[in-house]
């Protein structure tokens, strides 16, 4: 079941100080900051109103700071990308006539979470109902409103009226947030007038801070009856498509792996199976309110990597396929813990015949007593092994006494192997007669040197009592951080020298807290020692032990997760509740080499891999108590291998390439896709075997100290009650599993871990032949996940992902001897088994129902993308959602832009026509045509009669003659194919005239020619591409030089290096295009100054680097700014005209940047793919030109300065950059000399004197010079560069 938690509760979890929508909007409840709003979706509507209707917009209160709207026309949603927008709503609100203002007579109201604002000094009471000032105008209307006291609003402002200036907004509202309430809302009671000029869609845009969001509105002549203002519902629930979009690491699954290729039809199936269950959820999180739980919906990903995407991206496909433990793809990868829900189809399941490795019953035989004929009475019945039953009674300790076996005639021998039988676990009852079967019980001996807890004194029993603090009191002795060595009569240390510090501890009765002086700081376990986690040992026969230690953080926040990293002889200490995170633990332990050992869980502070936020490792340690138990663990009831290594092999169907193993261990459950799921856990003391053997294998109950005392949610502190003369209360044995294994195993110990591989060969009674096997990994550590945030650490089945290695047998193998692991073993392929598409442009693709991980600013529930590199372009999200309808609006298309070209690629128009209209029922294909074909027309754009008339602006009192298209309108190059035919090459001898879009004509087809262009602006550069004309746009997409011929003074110039003042792509044959009346635009009707270059009389402006983080050559002006410019690259002139920076390169000293934010300085427009130009001024060079494509040459890199030229080796990325380096082998080290920090660069030399990463570039055009791209960091802490030797 899933069910919603008051905000109140989950606040410090669900809140991150940061403003977004609670109304449906196009972002409800994600702090976006995709500027200026994230693209409006297929059927994007969420209210619908006539005259004196309002709609209630509701803001998170979450900070302080202005917050504005303003109401526009859908149709100029184009201008929300000009950098002058936001001044002109500030512009439009300071503007406005003070009688107009709305703010007191229709005032910003307030809802405080829980309905209950009682306390709230700047609220002045509930309004209800009939006032004036009520305005509750939402589906589900809160119980209850309140009023701001007049004082507070004295900075609103709340106005609608019509602004010469700009005719297409109707209205906004400014106010200032006056406190910080996260989860509560202020509400905004808006009208959205209809104005015929404009067009029934309406967009209330909300802007705070850097964070943004839309509203989609569509306006009537006429009122909407009340109960359709946010639609009509049907009491059913839909999906909504969202393309080029993933699910980020979902929270739950709802189904398995299905084939989507042509459809999401068997996802929806699943979905319809728990159908009730997930419209509880919605109805209860939907409608603005926020829940712990995330969107209902189902991802649509490629199986396989699609041709386009680059291999920098070919591991983040957002499917359990594969996972990578080493880079931060994790964060974006699939949930590894959902694995086996996902994959346990038959697109991806691999099946076979599972046999085992030889064990000795013989001795098993010894440890049990034999009663033929004869079950036990009561006790669950299944069909399983011998060996599955045996080991489930084990783990079960005293709740199962033994198992009775249906033998059917069969010998032991036969009853030991692995087939399955009807078997009943004995719990309760005592045996009857009964034919045909057989009773196993167990006998297990006794353990020897036990001393019972309750008695123990310091004087009865061995023990050790360590303290981290400053007293030497009733027999503690002081650990001050120093190595392992002799000190008080004891062997004890760490293995590096620990951080001290202060520690706080519970109050008792009232009192203040005390403090420990001196504790082990949880950042001792945040610091590697010498790669490995800290630890501290001490010496002490070996034995069954009895750890009770205090653990604590310095924040004393409840509840906490500190402690739940803390290892003891790789036991978990704190089982990980809430009211066991930070206190006294009591953990009981088996030492055999002669050293107690307490450490952590692996932490990288560098990565944070191996930690979940960061939390995952020990708590500060104030003291730890170690008395002896016994002599050994009770050995556990199940066969060992004795001198053999034991192995679990499946002999798999066919020869198959292998992807994912998992090896579910004893105590996990699975997910149930058949109902909301959650999944049980139950911590076993068998998990432990699969990692240790060489003994005879243990299973044993737990032990906890308990004074009856609590102090919130911590224990008492046994070492102070001890200080302070108070009985110390008891132990008890607890019938629970609680020795439950955790954390890393050295290496060098023996019997240890796993080893999994893919061979052609068998496992026999004899062993595993290893030669000719693949190995796919070797497992020493427990790979341990959160669960759902609920504070409760469990253990994740041990995985390891073969990545295609093939073979008929897949074995694991237990290295050592007295072996055994009870494991659950599933194979999946390393690819779905999927047919074919039966279009070869079509990707395969899978899906799965998914319930969404909770969103915040920093992780949204899904990401999109418009990359076609990146395998998320190719995905799409479906969204479920209540089945609302809207009122249509005559004409209106309401589906989102007819985008046909991305990343400088264009759709194959069968691909976008396919993909235009489609919705829910069937799968996006996106495929790219290397021909740039404008979709949106099947003929040029004009004919040789000449451009279109001109259509006027429209006007703020009148109708223009034809409304304004709600985006910027590309006009393809007549030199562009068109599906049937390919448009005539135009020269005209005067350019075309009247129309005030930008009009692209081919001057010059030819290098040396004449262009004839009078008042346009000269784009020289590609002439041919593929043996054919070069298009305008992809002359674009490599280097080219612009001419002003205004600003020039001429009307013409030939097409020649020369005459244009550079050369752009050098001993490339070139040719020229013409723009006319790009710097105009009849949709904006808005003025505004045409921008242009600093520094004077700019001649020479040259698109310097395509993409972001690409670099920039240039000794003069760089200009930042955006990519795209609706579908296809931004010129210079219209990128200027949004938010962009300049940098002055002379007064930086820099002649090349890196075209990203990082180097620049800021970002201008976030959310935005960015490029660079260069301004160079009278008439000088212009830079070199660069390569940013895999289609162009890379540059010509500098040599290696200081003597480092052997071999070819060039210089070619700082860190952050992109090193070029095709087919070569990539070298990437410390940046500057050691012992510097800044300064001059590393030679070559120099950095590979000291820890350095070698990277073959094989089939790689340029890699990040970057830990997350190379997969490595060979000196953390320390800036890093790249060089290139090029293949030979």
Known sequence: MITAVLHGILAAHLVHAHN???TPSRSTLIASTTYPFIQRGIGDIHAQIGPDQRIAVEVASGHGGDHHIAIISGQYAHLAYEKDYMSWIKDYVNSAPKSINEAKSKPRLHWCVGDNCNGVSQLSGVVSPGNAKYCNNRKKPRKSVYAYHDNQLNNDIHVYYDNPKYPWIVGAVRWRQVFERPVDVDIICLKVPYKQRLGQHMMVHWLWNGYYDAVDVNVFPYKIPDNEIYGKGNGKFTYKRIDHCQFIQPRKLFSKLRDATYGPGECKKDMDVIYPEIVKYIEGSSNGEQSITGKIGINIVPARKPVEVISQHSDVRNIPLFYDDNTPNTKLGFPKHFIDEALDSSVTRVNGKETTGPLEWFKWKQITNQHDNQRCRAGETKRTTVLKAVSECTWKLNKCWGIAVQTNGN?????FGDNVYEIRLCTNGARESQNGWRTYEKRLPGVQGF??????????????KISFGSNFVGGWKRDNGELFGSRHGVQMGWSCKPVMGRVKLPPINGNKPGYANEVVDEDTWKVLCNGKPNKWELAVPNGVYVVTMYIEDQTFQVPDIAGLGCIVENTLVSRGYNIE????????????DGRLTLSSYYFDPKTELGAYDGGRYCGSVAWIKVDKLQDSFERAWVPNSGQKEYWHQLEMNNRESVGVVTMGLPGMSDYVPTKVPYRDFEPTCAMRWFFEGGYDLTCEKGMRYWTGRRSGTHFENMYRDSMRGQN????????????VVWGHYEQNKQNIGAIVSVSDRACTDNGCPTDGETVCGTIREVDAIHEDKELAYHIRPPMVDCKGATGKYLRVRFPGNRRFADINLRVYRHNANLANPKQIEFNPMVCYGLESRVPHETAPEFLTTVDPQDPMFYSTCLVMQEDLTFRPIPGENVMPVDTWAFGGKCLDCESWAGNKNTLTHATPQWYFNEDCVPCKQSSPPWTNAGPPTPTAPPQ??????????????VVPTPGGMTPTMKSPVMNPTSPPVGSGTEIIVRCAPWQGEVCSCDGGVLYYGLRKVDGRQATFEELLMKKYITVNMKERG????????SDIGGDPLSEIPKQCFCVFGGNSNPSDPTPRPTPKPIGGNVETIVRCAEWSNHMCKCSGTVYFGIKWWSERPAT?????????????MAKKGMNQIDCAPYAIGKDPMPGQMKQCFCATAGGAAPPTPQANSPTCKPPTAKPVTGGGGSGGITHCAVQGGKCHCRDGTLYYGRKHPKGQTSGRLATYEEMMQDKHHVLSMQNHFWYDCANFAIKIDPLPGVKKQCFCKPKQ
């Open 20 to 22: 977004w929508l609670h």
């Open 581 to 592: 995170n930070a206190g006294t633990h009591t953990v009981n332990v088996a030492v055999r």
């Open 1132 to 1144: 210079y002139e219209e990128m200027i005209r949004q938010n962009h920076v300049v940098v002055d």
């Open 411 to 415: 010998s032991e021998n036969q009853l």
């Open 956 to 969: 703020p009192n009148g109708d223009p003659t034809r409304p304004p298209t709600q985006y910027p309108v």
């Open 728 to 739: 110390l209360g008891s132990f008890a044995f607890k019938d629970e599993n609680q020795f």
């Open 451 to 464: 001393t019972n807890p309750v008695g123990w004194t310091d004087n009865n029993h061995m023990v050790q």
């Open 1050 to 1057: 001429v009307s013409e110039l030939r097409c020649r290096n």
